[in-house]
């Protein structure tokens, strides 16, 4: 079995590469291969990752190329994780939207928009080229924003699944919080990448009892302050929101915070610098645990676990994915793209029954999806105008002089990957 990353280069790497050597027995890959054009990244990340497999005593091979056809020909499937622009665009971002007071983040509101017209084309054409060398291959995206992106590949025909790490990580702490196996965690997750609520936790599977009331009463301050969220909101609401939804329901105080200190893409720069050089250590043979305060916990897991599934070697029978929405979400139109539990083979996965969502948060979504019809298009098509309607139709912008001035500063600060502008 043969998997490819693009984006082999990332310091994330080393956890996926941990969790392919451990999970080998789930998903048994015999090469695996890195893509990514920063040659000097991708030697020191393709040395640690031969070295962490050798240390595990996994038999398969591993490359590193800067050439994406020879690198995706013949994959089973493969994993989408770039990021455009690097950390230097993800801190124009997080910080530019701050000066209309809207959210500076790189998958939310303006920041989330600019990173959408970055990606979309790039991740399309990485999908071409695929489907011209393997047009079996599966495409697993994990590259935010994964909903627009998905969106994007599907609308495009590509055989395409979106991943995210939200809800195994929500699955991790629950199971620690009740004392069971995760494989015992079923999440009643729903909503958009980013815009999800845990509306029920059950053991055993779909149909099990459901502890979510027993895990709020019982852990609901220690759930609340992982999410940086007030205990009695989620008291009143009886759901656990996705710490996402904070950009939401406490904006301004994150915008508060977020003009008090630097941005998480510098925090996440300096980082980088430290695990690189870790990296460059030829005594170094497991990911170093600094690579824990990076982001992306559980990922390697959910990865192997998707990958497995998709090519019918194991893997869990029900998994959170992002896919189409075919009448899940009976308000939304039937492509959109929708975050929630799913079975999936390797036809792909098949999206559970949901019960109907509250109001509360079913019009958020449907605001959210509306604004990502619009991001879809603005980065497909391009033009000032596009990117106006898409921002003044997010809900956290709204109002004409902000998406007026976002515009311009978005385009300004990204005109060198926008090719219309």
Not at 244 to 255: G, K, N, Q, S, T
Request: proline share 6%; net charge negative.
């Amino acid at each position: 079995m043969k998997l490819t990353v693009v984006g082999g280069g990332s310091t994330y790497t080393p956890e996926l590469i941990d969790g392919f050597a451990r999970l080998r027995d789930t998903l048994p890959v015999s090469e695996l291969v890195l893509v990514d054009p920063a040659a000097d990244r991708l030697e020191l990340i393709g040395g640690l990752a031969r070295r962490i497999f050798a240390k595990l005593g996994h038999p398969g091979t591993i490359t590193t190329t800067d050439d994406l056809d020879a690198g995706v020909a013949d994959a089973d499937a493969v994993l989408l994780q770039l990021r455009v622009g690097g950390q230097a665009a993800r801190n124009n971002d997080e910080t530019w939207p701050l000066t209309c007071g809207c959210i500076g983040q790189e998958t939310t509101g303006a920041g989330g928009l600019a990173k959408a017209l970055r990606t979309v084309p790039v991740v399309l054409d990485i999908a071409e080229r695929v489907r011209r060398t393997n047009p079996n291959a599966w495409i697993i995206d994990f590259t935010n924003p994964v909903g627009i992106v998905t969106r994007a590949l599907l609308s495009a025909g590509h055989k395409a699944v979106g991943l995210c790490n939200v809800a195994i990580g929500f699955q991790r702490r629950f199971a620690d919080h009740l004392g069971v196996a995760p494989s015992e965690v079923h999440l009643d997750h729903v909503g958009l990448n980013h815009l999800t609520w845990e509306t029920g936790v059950r053991l055993g599977g779909p149909q099990g009892e459901d502890v979510l009331p027993k895990l709020l009463a019982e852990h609901g301050d220690t759930i609340a302050s992982s999410l940086s969220l007030p205990r009695s909101l989620l008291d009143r609401l009886g759901v656990v929101p996705s710490y996402y939804l904070r950009y939401f329901y406490a904006h301004d105080e994150v915008v508060r915070e977020l003009r008090t200190k630097p941005s998480r893409a510098a925090e996440v720069a300096a980082m980088e610098r430290e695990l690189l050089e870790m990296y460059g250590d030829p005594a170094l043979d497991e990911k170093p645990a600094l690579l824990a305060k990076r982001g992306g916990a559980f990922y390697s897991e959910a990865a192997v676990d998707l990958a497995a599934a998709l090519l019918g070697g194991g893997g869990s029978p029900y998994q959170v994915v992002n896919t189409l929405n075919r009448g899940t979400l009976p308000f939304l139109p039937d492509d959109a793209v929708i975050e929630v539990q799913a079975e999936v083979g390797p036809d792909g996965p098949r999206p559970l029954a949901v019960p109907k969502l509250d109001p509360l948060y079913a019009g958020l979504v449907a605001n959210v999806t509306a604004y990502e019809d619009l991001a879809l298009d603005a980065a497909l098509r391009g033009g000032r105008d596009r990117v106006f309607r898409t921002l003044l139709a997010h809900p956290l912008i709204g109002q004409v002089e902000y998406a007026d001035k976002l515009t311009d500063e978005l385009i300004a600060h990204n005109r060198e990957h926008l090719a219309w502008a």
